[in-house]
């Protein structure tokens, strides 16, 4: 015979004053080891100042406990604490969301957030999705409703509530000062909330403050190879990162491309760390396709057309647009051999999520999550499904936030026989009442 057990059933009395916030916790469950653990220890049960303070920033209905957050037990001078701990693998009153694996999705459209707001654990925007494909973009922005970012954000984070995290991208890590950047992601805190505001942080590589004019005028492209940054400029995001986590802030550290990005990232202790899958594969299939029209024809106007590709993709820089073709070979075989993707472990793309998932198991880092990102296509999301699925990934499923844009992740829930099945049934009850 099963027993349910509860907080309740300690028998334990509450903290004068605190009795209608003990109410939202009094009937979760407890296992018979718990109880038994923690039966005799106390005198009384209460809250934390934690507890309260999330249920005044999230004032949920009277008996429940907002989502995005876990309740963890703790002593406290013979008074057991009920604590509310922040965790977005948690729906509302303490119950894990359905899946290990959680969704996000890529946008800064309200319209097409709400349908979708019940469903994610993230959100993620930067200044390219808030401007370019939301507030200047009327076909989204329906009648100009929406004038500017913090416009914006504010009515997401009203329709997310309290169980998605979002997170934002500063406008200009580049031309401005710490103390501005920091005002910055303070804004944010204060709009979105401590609990769920997360500030994303770019790679910065070779680009500085000195040079990023280059990518806003004239061919708009830098005169540098990408792989050849001034340490400084390398590790700005890096020290970035920090300054902000040591101001409190969980950090999204994003522009993640390459899986040897990854050790170097988790330097910065990184809330969410990024893989990023759709350009990266259509380039590799793109550099693959041109090295064999050459290895097949031996004709050299396919080094050229390469050449060409790969100046135009920043991994050769403008300055290079005539390079040696031998050397530009050389190069594109040595892309294609880092990325695996001859083999099984890179062929369709995900070699920099596998590397990055056994270097999150391995890490000392528990709370931090990878983000599978830029995502498209009819192989991305299905190839990822089974990659999580599989006996050597499946332990890490919990670490693993699908993120893409709401529209991609709907072309999911559908199948060719759900018109078929609908047909028939349809058919069957029209006229039936």
């Known amino acids: 015979m099963n027993i349910n057990w509860t907080i309740n059933d300690l028998g334990l ?28 220890r106390a005198d009384r049960i209460g809250v934390t100042r934690a507890f309260r303070k999330v249920i005044e920033t999230f004032p949920v209905p009277e008996q429940e406990i907002p989502a995005g957050f876990k309740v963890v037990l703790s002593f406290a001078e013979r008074v057991l604490r009920v604590d509310l701990v922040r965790d977005i693998s948690y729906d509302k009153n303490n119950c894990l969301r359905p899946t290990k694996v959680l969704f996000s999705a890529d946008s800064a459209n309200p319209y097409e957030i709400a349908p979708i707001r019940d469903y994610i654990a993230n959100l993620t925007c930067n200044p390219g999705i808030i401007y370019d494909l939301f507030i200047n973009n009327p076909d989204a922005n329906v009648g100009n409703h929406f004038k500017t970012r913090d416009e914006v954000m504010a009515e997401i984070g009203r329709i997310l509530g309290s169980g998605a995290d979002i ?45 990023v004019g280059n990518l806003l005028a004239g061919d708009k492209r830098l005169n540098m190879h990408y792989n050849s940054p001034a340490t400084e400029d390398a590790f700005r995001g890096h020290r970035l990162a920090l300054l902000l986590r040591e101001h409190g802030f969980r950090v999204n550290f994003t522009l993640m491309f390459e899986p040897w990005q990854a050790a170097l990232a988790l330097q910065a202790r990184p809330y969410f760390i990024n893989s990023f899958i759709r350009h990266r594969l259509i380039q590799s299939k793109t550099i693959d396709h041109y090295l064999k029209l050459y290895q097949n024809t031996a004709d050299k106007k396919y080094l050229e057309q390469l050449r060409e590709f790969m100046v135009d993709k920043d991994y050769l820089p403008g300055n290079q647009a005539n390079m040696d073709l031998d050397t530009v070979f050389n190069e594109a075989e040595s892309i294609l051999k880092h990325r695996q993707f001859r083999t099984h472990e890179g062929a369709d793309g995900l070699d920099a999520v596998r590397q990055n998932l056994r270097l999150l198991r391995e890490s000392n880092l528990p709370d931090t999550r990878l983000i599978v990102c830029s995502i498209d296509g009819n192989d991305n999301y ?37 018109v078929s099945y609908q047909r028939r049934f349809l058919n069957a009850a029209n006229g039936m009442g």
Not at 403 to 416: I, M
């Open 13 to 40: 009395p509450g903290v004068s004053g605190e009795e209608s916030l003990l109410a939202r916790v009094k009937n979760l469950p407890l296992t018979f080891a718990e109880i038994s653990q923690l039966s005799g």
């Open 167 to 211: 997170s934002v991208e500063l406008n200009d890590p580049f031309g401005k000062s710490d103390s501005e950047l920091l005002e910055e992601a303070e804004k944010f805190r204060e709009m979105l909330s401590e609990y769920r505001v997360v500030i994303k942080v770019p790679h910065t590589g070779v680009v500085n403050a000195n040079n």
């Open 382 to 418: 299905p190839d990822i499904d089974r990659l999580l699925s599989t006996n050597q990934y499946s332990d890490m499923a919990g670490r693993v936030v699908v993120t893409a844009e709401p529209r991609y992740l709907a072309r999911f829930t559908s199948a060719n026989q759900v």
